[in-house]
């Protein structure tokens, strides 16, 4: 979901060392702005790192809310003339844990002073070698500026959206943190008093619509039914805490088990949990047997990641819903929580595998974290990690594997913070250019000529991502969030924001 939120309520004017002047034609100019759901500090702490690798160095500034560069020579150049070029750098704070950046890149105009620097016959010389040589190959000789430069004349500051999308993508397409709960047994559930709105509601439904036209299934994934075939196994990798993946892949376990094919599902939800998840599937699925459900420790631990949403709340009861309807559909929770790395990994492609063995027939569908389905060893922060579907990959050479296309949104997850601390919340959901796509086409696949560097054979289309908040967590709604915006612009405000097919994304 695009945080967005119309220029004009969060405008500010900067001025510092001469004037930012914006050059860039208006209808390249961004009407809104791309909110990160980080604090303003760790937003630009983020954005010192990207030009520190970039080769800038910083000057200090009055404002804590403001990066300055260093102004930086050019490499060549003719004659002692050139463009100097430095980066201003503004951050917004938009709520306590919402901000925006904003990156300026500002050139100048300067005229060499060489005169005092060298003698006339050096000149001369390099002057002759200047006038000979290739221009694409000249070197920092010929452009001897150095502090004799004169940095007057006219600066000029344009958006530099480029930049700004590498900011996202460093800020909202890393992995998310899943937490692991262990051995540790939550205390005894109090008594819930829930709102009736709360509830899912299908169980009402369960009869009419097995007896309707659409049937079960009234949306269809395109691409998929050319690899559906007895044995199947496909591997969804997703980015945790969304509604859009979990309610297409329910489409898909959907149309194959209408198609006439056994189907199992399995979800990365605690082995601890399956008495409690067999149970479900074959209640009605009414309030009370939603409230069992919820009563298990995974559904109710501090940190959730992700795993224990609303949408994967919505899966299960999708599958009892289906199997209430007599299609041969199975869910097999497959989570440890008792083992970490490549050791949990090894669990957990284990329990799967147990099941491919005895049901060879079955359609299997996975759904798990992009990391855990990749088919390559090696992550970037340990090169000697074995992911599950590289275990499963071994073992079924016709296994098929997809990555999560998608647009830019936001998600729930957990994340580290600078300091260490570990926070679940609202985060933004920005995709690498591989698996970038627009908004509003329907769900598909896309099968690709090479495998990605993570091994995946193609993309599952889902979508513009929008978060989906931990199951026992009484509303679905994005909880509205502290902001300095003016109170009389808060509804003009929230409309962007809980609206994203209305204003595209500005990189």
């Known amino acids: 979901m ?13 001025s510092v060392l001469g004037c930012a002047r914006g050059v860039r034609p208006e209808e390249l100019t961004p009407r809104y702005e791309h909110i990160y759901y980080k604090p303003v500090d760790e937003a630009l702490a983020a954005t010192r790192e990207l030009m520190r690798e970039r080769g ?50 500002m050139r100048r105009a300067v005229t060499g002073n060489d005169v005092e620097v060298k003698s006339y016959m050096q000149k001369s010389i390099l002057e002759n070698k200047e006038w000979e040589s290739d221009p694409s190959l000249r ?41 692991l709960s262990g051995d540790v047994r939550e205390a005894p559930a109090a008594p819930l008093t829930r709102e009736p709105s709360f509830y899912l509601q299908r169980w009402k439904t369960d009869a009419e ?41 329910g489409d898909m376990v959907c149309e194959a088990a ?37 009563r298990g420790d995974f559904w109710r631990k501090p940190h959730q990641d992700g795993r224990g949403s609303r949408a994967m709340m919505e899966l299960v009861d999708r599958v009892r819903s289906l199997r209430a309807s007599g299609l041969p559909v199975a869910l097999v929770a497959f989570g440890v929580e008792t083992a970490t790395g490549s050791a949990r990994d090894l669990e957990m492609a284990d329990t799967l595998l147990v099941r491919r063995q005895k049901q060879r027939e079955e359609v299997l569908f996975v759904l798990a974290g992009n990391v855990h389905m990749r088919l390559r060893r090696g992550v970037e922060w340990d090169e000697h990690f074995i992911p599950m579907g590289w275990h499963l990959a071994r073992a079924d050479k016709k296994l098929v594997a997809l990555d999560l296309s998608y647009a830019p949104g936001s998600r729930w997850g957990c994340d580290l913070e600078r300091g260490g601390q570990l926070r679940c919340g609202l985060m933004g959901a920005t995709p690498h250019p591989r698996v970038a796509a627009l908004p509003g086409m329907g769900p598909s696949i896309r099968l690709l000529e090479t495998r990605t560097e993570e091994g995946f054979h193609g993309l599952l289309y889902v979508g513009a991502l929008s978060p989906s908040l931990p199951a026992a967590s009484r509303t679905e709604g994005e909880p509205p969030v502290p902001t300095s915006i003016p109170s009389q612009y808060l509804q003009e405000t929230q409309g962007p924001i809980l609206q994203p097919h209305k204003h595209p994304p500005i990189f």
């Open 258 to 294: 209408a198609r006439g094919l056994r189907v199992a599902l399995g979800v990365s939800l605690p082995r601890e949990e399956r008495a409690r998840l067999e149970a479900y599937l074959s209640s009605p699925g009414a309030p009370a047997d939603q409230d069992e459900l919820l």
């Open 2 to 14: 695009n945080r967005l939120v119309p220029l004009s309520l969060v405008l500010v004017l900067v």
């Open 56 to 105: 800038f160095s910083f000057e200090e500034t009055e404002d804590a809310n403001q990066l300055l560069t260093t102004w930086r020579q050019p490499v060549s150049g003719t004659r002692g003339n050139g463009v100097f070029e430095r980066y201003l750098v503004v951050g917004i704070r938009v709520a306590p844990r919402q901000s925006v950046v904003r990156i300026f890149h």
């Open 139 to 179: 070197g920092p000789q010929f452009f001897q500026t150095a502090a004799m430069a004169s940095l007057g004349g006219q600066a000029h500051g344009t958006r530099d959206l480029e930049l700004e999308k590498a900011l996202a993508l460093r800020l909202e397409s890393g992995v998310g943190v899943e937490t």
């Open 209 to 249: 619509a097995t007896a309707s036209a659409e049937g079960p299934c009234p949306r269809q994934v395109q691409g998929l039914s050319e690899l559906l075939r007895p044995g199947l196994t496909l591997l969804v990798g997703e980015q945790l805490g969304t509604r859009e993946t979990p309610a297409v892949v």
